[in-house]
């Protein structure tokens, strides 16, 4: 298969089970919101060494934010619940209510609470006060409605949601670009993760949507866990069982992180087609052989 | 001067299904009608609606001998006539809607937990006395004590939220502990005496004495006031994002909000001092 004349690959994105949470940061103004959001989800590239991934989802106009301020979603996989609740607390804690202005929804409707706001109450050192925003006509009671924290700050107040859902998701969603050269192959990378923005439930938690460091799940060191992936290291093609094709100089790889399986094709769909310009030879697929991961992604499946 | 208003809000409800009810004739000796609640006409034929009991003062009567009644078997209640001496309409009920097409008499939708009432005219004192749950709304004014607590109980107002076009007298939200009263007029004095949590939003005068005995909870007034009571102190003049939550629930719900409310700064006291001293009052002081 081909398209735009750059060879796709018949390979599969072997993906993970994961749980995910969605934040509603809102602030004052867009410009901190997004602040707010961008240090939220530092440091969460891989589960591997920074607990969860992270990215944002994109920004949510100020006539759908519960506090109708200018908001930013931002979606965070962990590989359990516990892990999603440690990582929330620490990075609404120490990320959200640090920073001006901001105050912090759930986003994601779910019968599977953690309950995160409450825990982060007792910043207030018994005086911080909840309201329960009633929701409809039918609640009885504390039943419906949603609880928000208001925990007294220097600045004036930070507002939190008492409970955040969780869901079942999806990490890991790849593909390899192979390039001719680092140019090209950044341009491509850029186009991909530019058309990607648009599709709503993923993240792309690594820097600028995209690694350069992929790695396998091996190491020839006892002590380490992963390691480079060699097969697609284009300075030591001659050195090792290399996976790239003549005249790639350059891989970059674009990871996926959704809420589902239908998000996930989606954004693997748009940005191969938007990878796909003069300059790239292949476009390809990280996976494991198919024994680790649950969910398998194939690339010309998702194409055709 | 307004703040939030009622922007034309529509009460949808098809009176083909609604179970219609009509006093037949005016009086003004009390009825305790605390049998018209949706949830006792669900599965009723009409005659099982008309065999419901009912006092006509202290004489047990059935809701076929005061009024003439139209449907079954539906939680949608329309109540028309002169109602100002019906009392408990809705009281204790969970679901469904009751339209009173006038005034009403007292301890409406008492105890209630579900479902919506909403009385076109004025409402009688003790509406919504003790509710846990759903919504009144009154679109006249609405008596002394709304949503407050029975005399000799240690708690009113439990859930829920009501809503007043008009203005309301003494003692809204007396003993109050979870839920919202909204009231577009004036309160009268003591409003949320011996509040223990939850919310009153004023939008005209707060009247003398608001939040006296308060524990906790949250007392707005978006315009005019009386005079705090000694037992509030001042703290601060702040923005707090919690209101905007609040203040856009109302406008989804059909009401108008004023940008500068939103947007705006309020004046924090915190009291009483007299008891916990945790409850607070927030008053718009200009965008």
């Known amino acids: ?304 | 001067m307004g703040c939030i208003s009622c922007a034309g809000f529509v009460i949808a409800m098809s009176e083909t299904d609604a179970v219609t009810l009509r006093l037949k004739e005016p009086t003004t000796i009390p009825i305790e009608a605390d049998s018209i609640c949706p949830d006792l006409f669900v599965g009723r034929s009409q005659a099982g609606i008309e065999s419901l009991p009912a006092f006509y003062g202290r004489r047990k009567v059935t809701l076929g001998d005061l009024f003439t009644v139209e449907g079954e078997n539906s939680d949608q209640v329309i109540v028309e006539g002169a109602l100002r001496y019906v009392k408990k309409i809705g009281q204790r009920m969970t679901r469904g809607r009751v339209v009173v097409r006038g005034d009403v008499g007292l301890h409406l939708g008492a105890y209630m937990r579900g479902g919506e009432i909403v009385v076109e005219g004025n409402a009688g004192d003790w509406a919504g006395a003790h509710m846990q749950g759903g919504r009144i709304w009154i679109r006249g004014n609405a008596g002394h004590l709304l949503g407050a607590a029975y005399r000799g109980e240690k708690r009113g107002m439990n859930g829920g939220v009501i809503i007043v076009e008009g203005n309301a007298g003494r003692e809204v939200g007396a003993l109050m502990r979870r839920g919202l009263i909204v009231v577009l007029g004036d309160v009268d004095e003591f409003a949320g005496v011996r509040m223990i949590t939850g919310s009153i939003f004023v939008s005209g005068r707060l009247g003398a004495r608001a939040g006296a005995g308060m524990k906790r909870g949250t007392i707005v007034a978006f315009a005019d006031h009386a005079e705090l009571l000694p037992t509030f102190r001042y703290d601060c003049r702040f923005q707090p994002t919690f209101l905007r939550c609040y203040l856009l629930q109302l406008h989804a719900w059909g009401m108008s909000i004023d940008d500068d409310r939103l947007e705006g700064f309020y004046r924090r006291y915190h009291g009483d001092l007299t008891t916990l001293g945790k409850g607070e009052i927030l008053i718009y002081d200009q965008r």
């Open chain 1, 1 to 304: 298969m081909y398209i735009n004349g750059v060879e796709i690959e018949d390979a599969f994105a072997e993906a993970f089970k994961m749980r995910a949470a969605r934040l509603i940061i809102t602030a004052v103004n867009p410009r901190w919101a997004l602040i707010a959001a961008q240090v939220t989800t530092g440091f969460a590239t891989s589960v591997i060494a920074c607990g969860c991934e992270a990215g944002i989802e994109g920004t949510v106009p100020r006539d759908e934010t519960p506090d109708g301020r200018p908001g930013v979603s931002v979606l965070i996989f962990a590989m359990g619940s516990k892990q999603l609740e440690d990582q929330l607390m620490r990075r609404i804690g120490q990320c959200v209510m640090t920073c001006a202005t901001t105050a912090c929804f759930n986003g994601l409707e779910s019968d599977e609470k953690l309950k995160i706001g409450k825990a982060l109450r007792y910043f207030g050192d018994g005086f911080q006060t909840s309201k329960l925003l009633p929701s409809g006509i039918t609640e009885d009671r504390g039943k419906g409605g949603r609880r928000l924290w208001r925990i007294p700050v220097m600045e004036g107040e930070f507002l939190v949601e008492e409970s955040f859902g969780i869901q079942r998701a999806i990490g890991g969603g790849n593909f390899l670009i192979l390039g001719e050269n680092s140019t090209l192959t950044l341009e491509a990378a850029e186009k991909a993760v530019e058309a990607m923005k648009v599709v709503k439930g993923v993240v792309l938690p690594f820097p600028g949507g995209i690694v350069r460091s992929g790695s396998k799940t091996t190491s020839k060191y006892k002590f380490l866990r992963a390691s480079t992936n060699t097969a697609y290291c284009p300075t030591i093609r001659n050195q090792t069982d290399s996976a790239l094709p003549e005249g790639v100089n350059c891989v970059l790889e674009i990871v996926i992180d959704g809420l589902d399986e239908e998000s996930i094709r989606e954004a693997m769909r748009v940005g191969i087609q938007a990878a796909c310009i003069p300059g790239i030879v292949r476009i390809s697929a990280g996976n494991y052989g198919g024994t680790l991961g649950q969910y398998h992604f194939h690339l010309r499946e998702i194409l055709g």
